[in-house]
């Protein structure tokens, strides 16, 4: 059973900094695709950042020039830096990955989610 803890979130004032980070656990054969999805209160969750396994990185407008996306597949690990951040990042973070365990099944998983909140 693959499962993705995640870590990292908290109150921040606006202009600061915060680093997530997103443990995938289990046997996993493989990662194709890791990535961050933010949700805030009222609106449809939507992507932040994702990396592929050949390294390609995708952002989303909002945050680009102020987040970065790294993986580190020995670690099956997906880490999202945020710099200069503002309030209208506040949001649940869910990070997610497209693997396949052990059993050679691809699936889409879902971390648990972290309160991210940027006030002063």
């Known amino acids: 059973q693959v499962q993705l803890v995640e870590s990292g979130g908290g109150l921040v004032p606006p202009g600061g900094s915060l680093r997530l980070s997103c443990k995938a656990r289990?046997?996993?054969?493989?990662?194709?695709?890791m990535g961050w999805y933010r949700q805030a209160p009222g609106k449809q969750r939507e992507l932040v950042a994702c990396?592929?396994?050949?390294?390609?990185?995708n952002y989303t407008d909002s945050v680009k020039g102020r987040f970065t996306i790294t993986g580190d597949d020995a670690k099956n690990t997906v880490y999202l830096q945020m710099n200069s951040l503002k309030p209208e990042d506040t949001a649940v973070y869910y990070c997610?990955?497209?693997?396949?365990?052990?059993?050679?099944?691809?699936?889409?998983?879902w971390g648990q989610g972290t309160q991210v909140t940027v006030s002063s």
């Open positions: 289990g046997s996993i054969f493989m990662i194709y695709a």
């Open positions: 997610n990955m497209a693997l396949k365990d052990e059993t050679y099944f691809l699936d889409d998983y």
């Open positions: 990396i592929t396994s050949g390294g390609t990185t």
